[in-house]
């Protein structure tokens, strides 16, 4: 009698491990479908917060508007709703600085694809930044913010919101210091003394010289943050396409 065969169960094959999947290299025409389809999510990306960059300008310009219509349309506002909107203004400017700083990220990958990639196919160099894609990849893998808020900040006051502070200052000036502009019934005219202008500046319980200080304080700041900070260097020098 034949002794009857043990059936051995069948050996299960090994688990693929995760970096088995990505061992293999993509071939030129996979590689540049992947290279598109990023570069076109990257655009759409930085599109997106552009447009949100734009919305903040948008909400700070009709901030301003109002707020010039409501203090010098009638005697009766208050110069304060101006320093109101001086405080506004910097609100806007602090959230724009944050989302520049989302689309600054964006940018400058979409950057690395054209001064990397299309240049060197519209106009091949020489071993130029070979490594960009190892360095894309790093940016991927640990994502971080590439200028900080103070330059942000700097950049986006340099670029708009000094315009807007000026228009604002200008505007409390001729409230303080044009009698119609405070009181119903009188004529149009400039007040008679700098000290006459300092004592229509109070607000509240605070005196006219302070708020007079105050006011110059703040603007002396965006003054220096504005034209005595550092230029940016590069693609976002003077002169250069930026934004």
């Known amino acids: 009698m034949t002794r009857p065969e043990i059936v051995k169960p069948a050996e ?3 688990a693929p491990r995760v970096s088995d999947a990505f061992a293999s290299r993509l071939t030129s025409s996979e590689l540049v479908s992947t290279l598109s389809h990023f570069h076109r999510a990257e655009i759409a990306r930085m599109a997106g917060w552009r447009d949100r960059i734009d ?4 909400w700070a310009i009709t901030v301003v508007a109002a707020m010039l219509s409501v203090s010098l349309s009638t005697a009766s506002a208050h ?4 320093l109101f909107a001086m405080l506004l203004i910097t609100l806007l400017l602090w959230i724009e600085a944050r989302r520049y700083r989302f689309f600054d990220v964006y940018r ?11 240049a060197q196919i519209f106009s091949p160099q020489p071993d130029f930044a070979s490594n960009w894609l190892a360095i894309l990849g790093e940016g991927l893998r640990a994502p971080r913010f590439l200028i900080s808020q103070r330059a942000a900040l700097v950049r986006r006051l340099r670029r708009n919101y000094i ?6 200052l200008l505007a409390w000036v001729l409230k303080i210091s044009t009698p119609g ?24 319980p605070l005196p006219g010289t302070v708020v007079v200080i105050l006011v110059l304080v703040f603007y002396a700041g965006l003054f220096v943050a504005a034209f005595l900070a550092a230029d940016d260097e590069g693609e976002l020098s003077h002169g250069d396409v930026h934004v």
């Open 108 to 118: 400058a990958r979409v950057r690395q694809f054209e001064r990397y990639y299309f």
């Open 12 to 14: 299960e094959a090994p």
């Open 163 to 168: 315009f807007m502070y000026m228009i604002l």
């Open 79 to 82: 110069h304060g709703v101006l």
């Open 181 to 204: 502009l405070q009181h119903e019934g009188v004529g149009i005219g400039i007040v008679g003394s700098m000290r006459d202008a300092i004592i229509a500046a109070a607000l509240g």
């Open 55 to 58: 919305r903040t300008s948008n």
